[in-house]
């Protein structure tokens, strides 16, 4: 069953777009100089792909040439006693001290570093220091990823529209030492133009994306239908929101979905052809034959731990002189992410809301 990672989880009043970075203190420790060593020579190629197409990206208006990569947050796991994650960091992507991106570092199964990177909830945190002005953490549990400040007075305001959520984490028993250390707001380490990575020209059409349409997936487990949506309407204009596509199908909207359900969703709702492969995901050169020579997204079935699963749309594939990428539309966000491809490892990683999924198949377009 594939079900959705839960959005994040504001602790305080989220009452103003605008924010200073520099008055606020990010409670953190420092990853591997392994990790650091990737992070500032992956950054530069995916924000690349940002740059190359910025509307769909939610980077409208940003300037690429004053960018400032900030020091890096380790989250803490509610489930293990508040340890340290230290397989997972992120890097707040700063323009005159906003956050304006997501930088995040983590594992394959398998031991490889990859990287995604996507607005996310630059926002939310945003929102969250304009209004408490104080330092904070990241934390994750089974239920998604967590803002927090003050562990003895902190308030919950759920942020999603459709629900009224509450926190599933106990942040009294949270041990106050995870808020001690602080990362000194001088945000130094800024990007330099030189690592942006070059495209290897002639390998690939410059048309790399797919544009197919952001479906939300919101607080339902409806990834799965999303993505059908999405794909969809690419494919036929037919306009359906995930709920509709559920609907359709008689599938209830906290149930979750399989890769079979989209592929009946494709082909009872929209009459597109489909076919599904479980045991295994597409290769780079097979991914670029879909979406370069075929012109076809691809819905992507992706194992977190235990039950947990999610689904997107991989639409874009490009290839630089670092590395490669993939470009996605998850219905957890409500913009494009992109993220780094070790496809010669024989792994696809992504981090949704602090949780880790590899791409085990996929529902394509016959």
Sequence with gaps: MFKKVLSILLVGMMLFSSMIVSKAEIASLQPSETVTDFAQKNIGFLLNNLKSDPEAFGMTGIDFDNLTLSKPIIPYDADNNYATIKDLVYYPVLENNKIVAIYSVTKSKNGTLTATLGRDFADEINNFISSNNEKFSLVISSDGLHIINNLETAKLEHNNKHKNGHLKIDIKNAPKEIMTSEIKSDYKANIDSSTKGAMLRGTLPDKYTIHVPVVRQYNDNVCWAACAASVGQYWTNIRKTARQVCDILGISYSRGG??????????????????????????????SEVIHDEGKPIIAGFKGDGKLGHMVVVCGYRIYSSGKTLTIMDPNYSYYRTSTYNDDEGDYTIVVDGHVFE????????
């Design 258 to 287: 399989t890769l079979s359900n989209t592929e009946d969703a494709l082909e009872d709702i929209y009459d597109i052809n489909a076919g599904v492969n479980k045991r295994s995901h597409y290769e780079g050169q097979e991914v």
């Design 359 to 366: 791409w085990l198949g996929q529902c394509y377009i016959k």
